[in-house]
Antibody, heavy 117, light 107 residues
Framework: EVQLLETGGGLVQPGGSLRLSCAASGFTFKNYDMTWVRQAPGKGLEWVAA????????YYANSVRGRFTIFRDNSKNTLFLQMNSLRAEDTGVYYC??????????WGQGTLVTVSS | EIVLTQSPATLSLSPGERATLSCRAS??????LAWYQQKPGQAPRLLIYDASKRASGIPASFSGSGSGTDFTLSISSLQPEDFAVYYCQQRSNWPLTFGGGTKVEIK
């Protein structure tokens, strides 16, 4: 059974940094692209970033490019999202998801990030 | 970026009725479109991919159709557990994008 467990969310001031983690199990992690998707309170889904399995190719939404970095540690079956220069509009639940041909077949339960002073 | 527009924003129906949800793309996405279901406090769940293929474990009451710019998700007979928010997502072009969602609520 695929399991994805996000951690690292919390309250941070505008301009601050936060690193999210997603621990994966139940599948061969290195073989799959992985994705972060976020959801602002009461709003829809927004794709944030993705990373390929083997070659670490990365892709970012325009709204986070230059501020967020997606990376992975295949030896620890863990996906990360380093978030810098955080803004109020970055507030929301952040989900990691297992990518199947750029569709998102398995999701974690999410971790809440709140950017506020 | 490709914009996906879902309609209606809210669909009020009774259990047992048929639901028809629409997703329109700002440019052709071929058949590279998926549908997700999200219930309150839960992560989204993949229902349909490549416009019409049901994901593992998804009942036959859910069906998808369309290609190019116009897509439809149909739920043949609404069950109590089907009342939720539904999102479409395209994978034709980067960045991946989602529609704004359709809420299916109990009438």
């Amino acid at each position: 059974e695929v399991q994805l467990l996000e951690t690292g969310g919390g309250l941070v001031q505008p301009g601050g940094s936060l690193r999210l983690s997603c621990a994966a199990s139940g599948f061969t992690f290195k073989n799959y692209d992985m994705t972060w998707v976020r959801q602002a309170p009461g709003k829809g889904l927004e794709w944030v970033a993705a990373i390929s399995g083997y070659f670490n190719s990365t892709y970012y939404a325009n709204s986070v490019r230059g501020r967020f970095t997606i990376f992975r540690d295949n030896s620890k079956n863990t996906l990360f999202l380093q978030m810098n220069s955080l803004r109020a509009e970055d507030t929301g639940v952040y989900y990691c998801a297992k990518d199947q041909d750029d569709y998102l077949g398995d999701w974690g339960q999410g971790t809440l990030v709140t950017v506020s002073s | 970026e490709i914009v996906l527009t879902q309609s209606p924003a809210t669909l009020s129906l009774s259990p047992g009725e048929r639901a028809t949800l629409s997703c329109r793309a700002s440019q052709s996405v071929s058949r590279y479109l998926a549908w997700y279901q999200q219930k309150p406090g839960q992560a989204p769940r993949l229902l349909i991919y490549d416009a019409s293929k049901r994901a593992s474990g998804i009942p036959a009451s859910f069906s998808g159709s369309g290609s190019g710019t116009d897509f439809t998700l149909s739920i043949s007979s609404l069950q109590p557990e089907d009342f939720a928010v539904y999102y479409c997502q395209q994978r034709s072009n980067w960045p991946l994008t989602f529609g704004g969602g359709t809420k299916v609520e109990i009438k």
